[in-house]
């Protein structure tokens, strides 16, 4: 994960876009974790997957760093004009450090190239430094904390609508694959497929009477 691309995606929500592929919940007014599509899934590669994010904003509502977390380590970024004001240390000492403890993680781990991250982590974030490149901290120490719950953003039309797209094509593309062993073998494999392409042309009713409760039907098609 570059520099650049996190930068991409805080830019992104700023601007408002990329909803069909950050989803994300707050955990405090200045902190978000967010699962995080790069790209579309082209069903090319066996680790298309998603990412988890936390996205951090200032007081004003402006995303100014994001924090990918791969688990065994950690990749930041803070904007350029953002920086040493204290956005990032706040963050993850307060909010992200405590969360990533009560989800089940003892023990987090960095790495790094620059000696000078070694020491910021160090300083800013209470890690020991085990080597030239490594860090790690026990996260035991937020143990007595309140518990930090994710609140979710409800689903709006706009949201509900780019659903409904991906519900379309997924039934869409099985009914190539459908009509693609026809073609070869005269029917199907099973019935399997023809259920779900069924169920598929139903189930936005299910999922917009799930997160939709507040619209009005006629203003789903």
Same mark, same amino acid.
């Given at each position: 994960?570059?520099?650049?691309?996190?930068?991409?995606?805080?830019?992104?929500?700023?601007?408002?876009?990329?909803?069909?592929?950050?989803?994300?919940?707050?955990?405090?007014?200045?902190?978000?974790?967010?699962?995080?599509?790069?790209?579309?899934?082209?069903?090319?590669?066996?680790?298309?997957?998603?990412?988890?994010?936390?996205?951090?904003?200032?007081?004003?509502?402006?995303?100014?760093?994001?924090?990918?977390?791969?688990?065994?380590?950690?990749?930041?970024?803070?904007?350029?004009?953002?920086?040493?004001?204290?956005?990032?240390?706040?963050?993850?000492?307060?909010?992200?450090?405590?969360?990533?403890?009560?989800?089940?993680?003892?023990?987090?781990?960095?790495?790094?190239?620059?000696?000078?991250?070694?020491?910021?982590?160090?300083?800013?974030?209470?890690?020991?430094? @085990? /080597? +030239?490149?490594?860090?790690? =901290? *026990?996260?035991?120490?937020?143990?007595? %904390? $309140? &518990? #930090?719950?994710?609140?979710?953003?409800?689903?709006?039309?706009?949201?509900?609508?780019?659903?409904?797209?991906?519900?379309?094509?997924?039934?869409?593309?099985?009914?190539?694959?459908?009509?693609?062993?026809?073609?070869?073998?005269?029917?199907?494999?099973?019935?399997?497929?023809?259920?779900? @392409? /069924? +169920?598929?042309?139903?189930? =936005? *009713?299910?999922?917009?009477?799930?997160? %939709? $409760? &507040? #619209?009005?039907?006629?203003?789903?098609?």
């Amino acid at each position: 994960m570059t520099n650049e691309t996190i930068e991409r995606l805080i830019d992104a929500l700023n601007a408002h876009k990329m909803r069909d592929r950050i989803f994300r919940a707050s955990l405090s007014p200045a902190v978000e974790y967010a699962k995080v599509w790069l790209h579309e899934p082209k069903g090319v590669a066996e680790d298309e997957r998603s990412y988890e994010f936390f996205f951090i904003k200032n007081v004003t509502g402006i995303y100014v760093a994001a924090v990918f977390d791969a688990y065994n380590d950690l990749h930041v970024f803070v904007k350029e004009e953002y920086r040493k004001k204290g956005h990032l240390a706040r963050a993850m000492n307060e909010v992200i450090f405590p969360y990533l403890y009560q989800s089940g993680r003892g023990m987090q781990e960095v790495t790094f190239k620059d000696p000078c991250v070694g020491s910021y982590c160090a300083k800013n974030w209470g890690f020991t430094i @085990i /080597s +030239d490149s490594f860090a790690k =901290k *026990d996260l035991s120490f937020f143990a007595d %904390l $309140p &518990a #930090i719950e994710l609140k979710g953003q409800e689903c709006t039309l706009e949201d509900f609508e780019q659903i409904e797209v991906k519900i379309n094509k997924a039934r869409l593309y099985l009914t190539m694959v459908r009509e693609q062993l026809t073609i070869a073998y005269g029917q199907p494999s099973n019935g399997n497929l023809e259920e779900l @392409i /069924s +169920d598929l042309s139903f189930i =936005k *009713d299910d999922i917009r009477d799930f997160c %939709l $409760p &507040a #619209i009005a039907p006629h203003s789903v098609k």
